[in-house]
């Protein structure tokens, strides 16, 4: 069975740093795309980033180009965010997601991640 | 980046009731358009993928048309279980994006 578990979540102040994990297993992660998915407190999805299965492709939406950065370890079937410079508009949950190239079909619980003084 | 535009925001129905909800792409996104369930303090749920095509295990209730930029999700009779906000979501180009998400509730 797939599992995805996230981890890495927290509170953490305006321009600091946190890097999410998300843990794979039930499947042969090296094979996926990997997604990162986020919800703000009572808002819609907004998709975050995305790679492919060896990490050479890395897609990231604009507002956080050049602050976050998705990685990989295929050898430990872990997904990571790294997030810098943080803003309260990142205050999320945020959800990895397997990408099978016509859907994000398994998912995560989430990891709160709440930026704020 | 494409704009997904849901509709409506929310709706009401009673047990038993067909229902409808639209999503219009401001670009043709052909094929590739999506549908998640998300109920309430849970992950999302991909229901229907590739416009009309259900997931192993979502029930036949649920089916989803369309075509280009103007794509339909409906519930053919709604259950209480189906008590969620539904997403679409397009994925032709990145960043993926979503609708603003519809809410169901039971009249």
């Known amino acids: 069975e797939v599992h995805l578990e996230e981890s890495g979540g927290g509170l953490v102040q305006p321009g600091g740093s946190l890097r999410l994990s998300c843990a794979a297993s039930g499947f042969l992660f090296r094979s996926f795309w990997m997604t990162w998915v986020r919800q703000a407190p009572g808002k819609g999805l907004e998709w975050v980033a995305n790679?492919?299965?060896?990490?050479?492709?890395?897609y990231y939406v604009d507002s956080v180009e050049g602050r976050f950065i998705i990685s990989r370890d295929n050898t430990r079937n872990t997904l990571y965010l790294q997030m810098n410079s943080l803003r309260a508009e990142d205050t999320a949950v945020y959800y990895c997601?397997?990408?099978?190239?016509?859907?994000?079909?398994?998912w995560g619980q989430g990891t709160l991640v709440t930026v704020s003084s | 980046d494409i704009q997904m535009t849901q509709s409506p925001s929310s709706l009401s129905a009673s047990v038993g009731d067909r229902v409808t909800i639209t999503c219009q792409a401001s670009?043709?996104?052909?094929?590739?358009l999506n549908w998640y369930q998300q109920k309430p303090g849970k992950a999302p749920k991909l229901l229907i993928y590739d416009i009309s095509n259900l997931e192993i295990g979502v029930p036949s209730r649920f089916s989803g048309s369309g075509s280009g930029t103007q794509f339909t999700f409906t519930i053919s009779s709604l259950q209480p279980e189906d008590i969620a906000t539904y997403y679409c979501q397009q994925y032709d180009d990145l960043p993926q994006t979503f609708g603003q998400g519809t809410k169901v509730e039971i009249k």
């Open positions: 790679m492919d299965e060896n990490g050479s492709e890395k």
């Open positions: 997601a397997t990408d099978r190239g016509s859907g994000l079909d398994h």
């Open positions: 670009q043709d996104i052909i094929k590739y």
